[in-house]
């Protein structure tokens, strides 16, 4: 069994046919998806979908391209929307310096509040960060020393030094379908190298199809083709990969019950 560790249900190109994008995927052998919320508006609709579907988890949280929007966001509302029974996970949520869609200071306050909440209720902080691995460590490293809270890096396309950083904290990895990508040989090279307790797979869906769906829509289903990539990397079965990062992501998600 495969776990898509991050998708987005809720998102055009999936919403419109969602129980057949599920139909698929558990076709393909992909056994939980964690359906991720990106802004309060959304909250509702991807809860509603994991308390419909019995292998489907929610996140809650605020995007960094939201973080303007979402200025006035209290940690009570955050905290009360994570104690439904099938959120197990706070965000995505973190930095984003490439679109520059937010303020940086909006940004890094909603991330900080974020981190707050994972270690006031236990439940992983699913990180965003692009263009922004120096604030990203230092902000993680800065709220790690007020108590420990787990955590990953979705997504994951930062330097060997910043996977070195976010490792050493306690951090877990997810790698998408990017590491299939042709030019993508210095996160293949880190992907080699990971942990094999710390990784885990996603597909972002619908973003970032993996090879050989580039240009696709990206659905759950591929979360199996990024897997054999992988495995295939790291000189590992393919049903090896699969127990790992499964058994990663409900030992990092613990709210989680198949």
């Not at 057949?20 to 509603?48: K, M």
């Not at 809650?60 to 955050?78: F, M, N, S």
């Not at 099938?86 to 981190?115: C, N, P, W």
């Not at 990508?181 to 992907?191: C, G, H, R, T």
Request: glycine share 6%; net charge negative; with cysteine.
């Amino acid at each position: 069994m495969l776990i898509d560790s991050h998708c987005h249900l809720q998102y055009k190109g999936l919403v419109e046919d969602q129980a057949g994008v599920l139909a698929r995927a558990r076709e393909a052998g992909i056994g939980g998806f964690l359906n991720i919320s990106t802004r309060r508006s959304e909250w509702q609709a991807v809860i509603a979908t994991a308390a419909r579907e019995p292998d489907v988890w929610a996140s809650v949280g605020i995007h960094p391209h939201e973080a303007d929007k979402h200025a006035d966001l209290g940690a009570q509302e955050l905290l009360d929307a994570a104690a439904h029974p099938k959120v197990i996970g706070i965000g995505e949520t973190g930095l984003d310096y490439y679109y520059d869609h937010s303020d940086r200071e909006t940004q890094a306050a909603l991330f900080r509040m974020h981190l707050s909440i994972a270690r006031e209720t236990g439940l992983p902080a699913i990180i965003h960060t692009r263009e922004a691995e120096e604030d990203t460590a230092r902000i993680v490293t800065e709220e790690m020393e007020k108590g420990a809270f787990p955590a990953l890096i979705h997504c994951f396309t930062a330097s060997a030094e910043f996977a070195r950083k976010m490792l050493d904290l306690g951090l877990s990895i997810s790698l998408s379908g990017i590491v299939t990508f042709k030019n993508a040989k210095d996160l293949q090279d880190v992907a080699k190298q990971l942990p094999e307790d710390r990784l885990l797979v996603e597909t972002d869906a619908p973003f970032l199809a993996p090879v050989p769906h580039r240009g696709a829509v990206c659905e759950p289903s591929f979360t199996a083709d990024t897997a054999r990539f992988v495995a295939g990397l790291r000189g590992v079965d393919a049903a090896r990969l699969a127990d790992v990062t499964s058994r990663n992501f409900l030992g990092l998600f613990t709210k989680a019950a198949l």
